[in-house]
């Protein structure tokens, strides 16, 4: 499942992962995701992945596609997640990824807003 929320005021998007992701959940997603990015510009994404089950190969490949085609339209990526699925994503996009990147552990969903929303606020920790 995907849920998505956009906060207009601070150019952020907030996408919960959880269990098993279908392949039209990605493209919904990516479809208002499209739309914020060409509203706004650049824009910031905030990650929660809760009890990851995975996702189709076409989800996967949806996915991916869509993360090169945008990787120059993200500032500030947080990532909230035990780390399990984190790691190999990361490493695959992380050299062409320009913005700054930020892993939280799963009590610190509130930090990750903070440093998302409000980056003026509480500069790098």
Not at 99 to 107: K, L, M, S, T
Request: aromatic share 14%.
């Amino acid at each position: 499942m995907l849920s998505y929320k956009e906060y207009d005021n601070a150019l952020a998007v907030e996408i919960v992962i959880k269990g098993f992701v279908s392949t039209q959940e990605v493209e919904d997603t990516a479809k208002k995701l499209e739309a914020f990015i060409a509203r706004h510009g650049k824009v910031n994404v905030l990650e929660i992945i809760e009890d990851f089950e995975g996702m189709d190969a076409t989800a996967f490949w949806q996915d991916f596609k869509f993360s090169l085609v945008h990787l120059n339209d993200f500032s500030r990526c947080a990532i909230v997640s035990d780390g399990k699925w984190v790691t190999p994503w990361s490493e695959i996009v992380a050299p062409f990824f320009k913005g700054e990147v930020r892993y939280f552990p799963p009590d610190e969903i509130e930090a990750a807003r903070e440093w998302l929303l409000f980056p003026g606020d509480k500069g790098k920790a």
